[in-house]
T-cell receptor, first 112, second 111 residues
Framework: NAGVMQNPRHLVRRRGQEARLRCSPMKGHSHVYWYRQLPEEGLKFMVYLQKENIIDESGMPKERFSAEFPKEGPSILRIQQVVRGDSAAYFC??????????FGSGTRLTVV | GENVEQHPSTLSVQEGDSAVIKCTYSDSASNYFPWYKQELGKRPQLIIDIRSNVGEKKDQRIAVTLNKTAKHFSLHITETQPEDSAVYFCAASIMADKLIFGTGTRLQVFP
């Protein structure tokens, strides 16, 4: 089992560009969570998805951010028109039972 | 919503000593409390967890205690080693819901 796979590991975007972060959950896991970690801070919940459904997006900024988890393929976190404040590590976690989570290695987004 | 506070923010101990990290939570409905270890530039890794029907759980040098009445839980690491140096995060959730994390404790173990 390859674990939770996130790509890219590092992503550099200029202000105003779009960032697409991908997360492939562990085999058999149908629950995906996205968290954001600012430098020297804890992990903040963003969104919880199941296949083709957004279950809880209470931590997601209302503008520029969107997430999906299609029937086929990875979950995508999309940030439009990135700003410097979006620079952070974005972690995806997956679960089969909605209790224990496995985290991916994260995508480190740098906005220049 | 749930709020988790974690103390201390930094902790330095001598190798072989014990380390204790404490967390409090606000939502009495929370019933799952995991602890994660995160090394620099790496993913958070689950090291131990406890559910609300248990007061204490131990795994070798690591133990977690839970006081539901006071709404706090603690991580205890005994016989610390330099490789224990990392940032530790507590979290709380209502089972099957999202994790709410504390702000982290940077543990340094000096040889």
């Amino acid at each position: 089992n390859a674990g939770v796979m996130q790509n890219p590991r590092h992503l550099v975007r200029r202000r105003g560009q779009e960032a697409r972060l991908r997360c492939s959950p562990m085999k058999g896991h149908s629950h995906v969570y996205w968290y954001r970690q600012l430098p020297e801070e804890g992990l903040k919940f963003m969104v919880y998805l199941q296949k083709e459904n957004i279950i809880d997006e209470s931590g997601m900024p209302k503008e520029r951010f969107s997430a999906e988890f299609p029937k086929e393929g990875p979950s995508i976190l999309r940030i439009q028109q990135v700003v410097r404040g979006d620079s952070a590590a974005y972690f995806c976690a997956s679960s089969s039972d909605r209790v224990s989570y496995t985290f991916g290695s994260g995508t480190r987004l740098t906005v220049v | 919503g749930e709020n988790v506070e974690q103390h201390p923010s930094t902790l330095s101990v001598q190798e072989g000593d014990s380390a204790v990290i404490k967390c409090t939570y606000s939502d009495s409905a929370s019933n799952y409390f995991p602890w994660y270890k995160q090394e620099l530039g790496k993913r958070p890794q689950l090291i131990i967890d406890i559910r609300s029907n248990v007061g204490e759980k131990k795994d070798q040098r690591i133990a977690v205690t839970l006081n539901k009445t006071a709404k706090h839980f603690s991580l205890h690491i005994t016989e610390t080693q330099p490789e224990d140096s990392a940032v530790y995060f507590c979290a709380a959730s209502i089972m099957a819901d999202k994790l709410i994390f504390g702000t982290g404790t940077r543990l340094q173990v000096f040889p």
